[in-house]
Protein backbone atom coordinates (compact mmCIF):
# COMPACT_ATOMS: atom_id res chain seq x y z
CA UNK A 1 0.00 0.00 0.00
CA UNK A 2 1.19 3.90 -1.09
CA UNK A 3 1.80 5.18 1.82
CA UNK A 4 1.46 9.69 1.77
CA UNK A 5 3.93 11.68 3.65
CA UNK A 6 3.47 15.99 4.61
CA UNK A 7 6.90 17.40 4.70
CA UNK A 8 7.37 20.73 5.80
CA UNK A 9 10.10 23.03 4.66
CA UNK A 10 10.51 20.89 1.80
CA UNK A 11 11.59 23.65 -0.42
CA UNK A 12 15.72 23.45 0.62
CA UNK A 13 18.00 21.33 2.86
CA UNK A 14 16.98 18.43 4.68
CA UNK A 15 12.80 18.38 3.24
CA UNK A 16 13.48 18.89 -0.20
CA UNK A 17 16.21 15.89 -0.03
CA UNK A 18 13.44 14.02 2.43
CA UNK A 19 11.36 14.86 -0.51
CA UNK A 20 13.33 13.49 -3.67
CA UNK A 21 14.63 10.49 -1.41
CA UNK A 22 10.65 9.61 -0.88
CA UNK A 23 9.45 9.81 -4.01
CA UNK A 24 12.44 7.84 -5.22
CA UNK A 25 10.39 5.12 -2.37
CA UNK A 26 7.13 5.56 -4.33
CA UNK A 27 5.86 7.59 -1.36
CA UNK A 28 3.04 9.87 -2.19
CA UNK A 29 3.85 13.61 -1.00
CA UNK A 30 2.44 16.76 0.35
CA UNK A 31 4.87 19.16 0.08
CA UNK A 32 5.03 22.36 2.34
CA UNK A 33 6.82 25.60 2.26
CA UNK A 34 6.75 29.21 1.90
CA UNK A 35 8.29 29.86 -1.35
CA UNK A 36 5.69 28.49 -3.80
CA UNK A 37 7.61 28.47 -6.96
CA UNK A 38 10.45 26.19 -5.41
CA UNK A 39 7.52 23.92 -4.21
CA UNK A 40 6.12 23.80 -7.67
CA UNK A 41 9.69 23.20 -9.15
CA UNK A 42 10.26 20.84 -6.85
CA UNK A 43 6.41 19.14 -7.88
CA UNK A 44 7.07 19.26 -11.37
CA UNK A 45 10.59 17.29 -11.19
CA UNK A 46 8.88 14.61 -8.50
CA UNK A 47 5.35 14.21 -10.23
CA UNK A 48 6.84 11.91 -13.10
CA UNK A 49 7.56 9.38 -10.51
CA UNK A 50 4.83 9.83 -6.95
CA UNK A 51 1.50 11.57 -6.75
CA UNK A 52 2.80 15.07 -5.53
CA UNK A 53 0.34 17.93 -3.75
CA UNK A 54 1.89 21.29 -2.80
CA UNK A 55 0.70 23.61 0.29
CA UNK A 56 2.18 27.19 0.21
CA UNK A 57 2.27 28.75 3.62
CA UNK A 58 4.29 29.96 6.80
CA UNK A 59 3.68 27.42 9.40
CA UNK A 60 4.61 30.41 12.25
CA UNK A 61 0.69 31.67 11.12
CA UNK A 62 -1.65 29.45 12.45
CA UNK A 63 -4.45 30.58 10.84
CA UNK A 64 -2.31 29.91 7.43
CA UNK A 65 -1.74 26.54 9.17
CA UNK A 66 -5.21 25.55 10.15
CA UNK A 67 -6.61 26.93 6.67
CA UNK A 68 -4.13 25.45 3.88
CA UNK A 69 -3.97 21.80 5.84
CA UNK A 70 -7.81 21.67 5.74
CA UNK A 71 -7.79 22.16 2.57
CA UNK A 72 -6.79 18.77 1.70
CA UNK A 73 -9.53 16.01 0.67
CA UNK A 74 -10.26 12.73 2.65
CA UNK A 75 -7.61 10.89 0.47
CA UNK A 76 -5.14 13.47 1.06
CA UNK A 77 -5.77 13.24 4.42
CA UNK A 78 -4.70 10.31 5.39
CA UNK A 79 -1.16 10.90 6.15
CA UNK A 80 1.24 8.32 7.15
CA UNK A 81 4.25 10.09 7.52
CA UNK A 82 4.62 13.73 9.11
CA UNK A 83 8.19 15.42 8.55
CA UNK A 84 8.17 18.20 10.98
CA UNK A 85 11.08 19.96 9.57
CA UNK A 86 10.31 23.31 9.35
CA UNK A 87 12.56 26.15 11.14
CA UNK A 88 15.90 27.28 11.86
CA UNK A 89 18.28 29.55 13.61
CA UNK A 90 18.37 33.69 13.40
CA UNK A 91 21.29 35.01 14.58
CA UNK A 92 24.07 34.00 16.72
CA UNK A 93 24.60 36.40 19.53
CA UNK A 94 25.12 36.79 22.91
CA UNK A 95 21.33 36.98 25.00
CA UNK A 96 22.07 41.11 26.12
CA UNK A 97 22.67 41.83 22.31
CA UNK A 98 20.44 39.52 20.78
CA UNK A 99 17.23 41.15 18.49
CA UNK A 100 14.09 39.47 19.87
CA UNK A 101 12.88 39.76 16.59
CA UNK A 102 15.00 36.68 15.93
CA UNK A 103 14.00 35.00 19.04
CA UNK A 104 10.14 35.49 18.06
CA UNK A 105 11.20 33.82 14.96
CA UNK A 106 12.68 31.04 16.43
CA UNK A 107 9.83 29.93 18.82
CA UNK A 108 7.11 30.64 16.08
CA UNK A 109 8.58 28.22 13.45
CA UNK A 110 10.77 26.07 15.57
CA UNK A 111 8.39 25.49 18.13
CA UNK A 112 4.83 27.07 17.68
CA UNK A 113 4.77 25.80 14.10
CA UNK A 114 5.69 21.66 14.51
CA UNK A 115 2.59 22.49 17.01
CA UNK A 116 0.15 24.30 14.75
CA UNK A 117 1.09 21.53 11.74
CA UNK A 118 0.67 18.82 13.97
CA UNK A 119 -2.48 19.51 16.08
CA UNK A 120 -4.06 19.17 12.49
CA UNK A 121 -3.07 16.36 11.46
CA UNK A 122 -2.71 14.30 14.44
CA UNK A 123 -6.31 13.73 15.08
CA UNK A 124 -6.02 12.40 11.21
CA UNK A 125 -3.32 9.71 12.65
CA UNK A 126 -5.22 8.79 15.63
CA UNK A 127 -8.54 8.06 13.71
CA UNK A 128 -7.02 5.73 11.43
CA UNK A 129 -4.73 4.06 14.19
CA UNK A 130 -1.84 4.40 12.38
CA UNK A 131 0.74 7.11 11.60
CA UNK A 132 4.78 8.45 11.55
CA UNK A 133 5.99 11.41 13.39
CA UNK A 134 9.23 12.63 12.62
CA UNK A 135 10.48 15.42 14.35
CA UNK A 136 13.77 17.03 13.36
CA UNK A 137 15.80 18.57 16.31
CA UNK A 138 18.89 19.32 16.71
CA UNK A 139 22.09 19.07 18.71
CA UNK A 140 21.44 22.10 19.77
CA UNK A 141 17.99 20.65 21.25
CA UNK A 142 20.53 18.34 23.64
CA UNK A 143 23.23 20.83 24.49
CA UNK A 144 23.01 24.49 24.92
CA UNK A 145 25.92 26.85 23.60
CA UNK A 146 26.83 30.44 23.70
CA UNK A 147 25.28 32.92 21.88
CA UNK A 148 22.70 30.43 20.78
CA UNK A 149 20.39 30.61 24.00
CA UNK A 150 17.23 30.84 21.80
CA UNK A 151 17.57 28.39 19.36
CA UNK A 152 18.83 25.84 21.62
CA UNK A 153 15.62 26.73 23.77
CA UNK A 154 13.31 26.46 20.88
CA UNK A 155 15.06 23.02 19.92
CA UNK A 156 15.10 21.98 23.57
CA UNK A 157 11.22 22.46 23.06
CA UNK A 158 11.34 20.08 20.12
CA UNK A 159 12.96 17.77 21.96
CA UNK A 160 10.04 17.94 25.01
CA UNK A 161 7.20 18.01 22.58
CA UNK A 162 8.75 14.66 20.76
CA UNK A 163 8.63 12.79 24.36
CA UNK A 164 4.97 13.86 24.65
CA UNK A 165 3.97 12.99 21.62
CA UNK A 166 5.31 9.52 22.35
CA UNK A 167 3.80 9.14 25.78
CA UNK A 168 0.13 10.39 24.32
CA UNK A 169 0.43 8.83 21.09
CA UNK A 170 1.85 5.24 21.29
CA UNK A 171 -1.15 4.17 22.74
CA UNK A 172 -2.83 5.43 19.67
CA UNK A 173 -0.60 3.24 17.43
CA UNK A 174 1.99 6.14 16.17
CA UNK A 175 4.82 6.20 16.12
CA UNK A 176 7.35 9.14 16.99
CA UNK A 177 11.32 9.98 15.89
CA UNK A 178 13.22 12.66 16.82
CA UNK A 179 16.48 13.30 15.19
CA UNK A 180 18.90 15.94 15.86
CA UNK A 181 21.92 16.49 13.65
CA UNK A 182 24.85 18.25 14.36
CA UNK A 183 26.42 20.53 11.44
CA UNK A 184 24.81 19.85 8.15
CA UNK A 185 25.89 22.38 5.37
CA UNK A 186 22.23 23.58 4.16
CA UNK A 187 20.82 27.28 4.14
CA UNK A 188 20.71 27.07 7.46
CA UNK A 189 23.85 29.21 8.47
CA UNK A 190 23.25 31.84 5.28
CA UNK A 191 19.94 32.12 7.55
CA UNK A 192 21.42 32.48 10.52
CA UNK A 193 23.93 34.73 9.34
CA UNK A 194 21.45 36.87 7.38
CA UNK A 195 22.76 36.11 3.66
CA UNK A 196 26.79 36.56 5.39
CA UNK A 197 27.64 33.74 2.84
CA UNK A 198 31.31 33.80 4.20
CA UNK A 199 30.40 33.53 6.99
CA UNK A 200 28.24 30.93 6.63
CA UNK A 201 31.38 28.82 4.95
CA UNK A 202 33.34 29.16 7.74
CA UNK A 203 30.96 26.73 9.59
CA UNK A 204 31.73 24.05 7.25
CA UNK A 205 35.43 24.61 6.22
CA UNK A 206 38.08 22.47 6.49
CA UNK A 207 36.15 19.40 7.44
CA UNK A 208 33.79 17.38 5.77
CA UNK A 209 30.37 18.13 7.29
CA UNK A 210 26.72 16.41 6.67
CA UNK A 211 24.80 17.19 3.68
CA UNK A 212 20.80 17.15 3.29
CA UNK A 213 20.76 13.42 2.44
CA UNK A 214 22.68 12.21 4.96
CA UNK A 215 19.81 13.58 7.48
CA UNK A 216 17.52 12.03 4.82
CA UNK A 217 18.38 8.97 4.36
CA UNK A 218 17.80 8.85 8.25
CA UNK A 219 14.25 9.60 7.81
CA UNK A 220 13.96 7.18 5.59
CA UNK A 221 15.76 4.75 7.89
CA UNK A 222 13.00 5.55 10.78
CA UNK A 223 9.92 5.17 8.37
CA UNK A 224 10.93 1.68 6.70
CA UNK A 225 11.93 -0.11 9.97
CA UNK A 226 9.18 -2.62 10.77
CA UNK A 227 5.70 -2.11 12.20
CA UNK A 228 7.03 -3.52 15.31
CA UNK A 229 10.11 -0.90 15.73
CA UNK A 230 9.98 2.04 16.88
CA UNK A 231 13.19 4.79 16.35
CA UNK A 232 12.83 6.92 19.63
CA UNK A 233 16.15 9.25 18.74
CA UNK A 234 19.02 9.69 16.50
CA UNK A 235 22.03 12.25 17.28
CA UNK A 236 23.86 12.84 13.84
CA UNK A 237 27.24 14.16 13.89
CA UNK A 238 29.34 14.56 10.82
CA UNK A 239 32.56 12.21 11.45
CA UNK A 240 34.99 15.34 12.58
CA UNK A 241 32.29 16.62 15.44
CA UNK A 242 32.22 15.81 18.82
CA UNK A 243 30.02 17.84 20.43
CA UNK A 244 27.26 20.85 19.70
CA UNK A 245 30.75 23.06 19.44
CA UNK A 246 33.83 20.79 19.02
CA UNK A 247 34.46 20.10 15.73
CA UNK A 248 38.00 18.69 14.30
CA UNK A 249 39.03 20.50 11.25
CA UNK A 250 42.15 19.64 9.59
C1 LIG B 1 22.08 22.88 13.69
C2 LIG B 1 23.26 22.44 14.44
O1 LIG B 1 25.14 22.99 16.05
O2 LIG B 1 24.50 24.77 14.50
O3 LIG B 1 20.90 22.74 14.35
O4 LIG B 1 23.12 24.21 16.37
S1 LIG B 1 24.01 23.68 15.36
Redesign the pocket.
Same mark, same amino acid.
Given at each position: MKRTALITGATSGIGEATARLFAKHNINLILCGRRIEKLTALKNELVNITSVKTLSFDVGDRDSVNKNLNTLNEAWQKIDILVNNAGG @?HGLDLFVEGDVNDWERMIDFNVKGLLYVSKVIIPWMIKRKKGQIINIS *?? &?GKQT?AK !?MV??AS?SGVEAISKGMRLELVPHGIRVSNIA? !? &? %?ETE? *?IV?FKGDQKKAKS %?YSNYDPLVAQDIADSVLYCVNVPSHVQIADMTIFPAAQSD @??TIHRK
Open positions: @A *SI &AY !GYCKP !G &A %VF *SR %V @AT
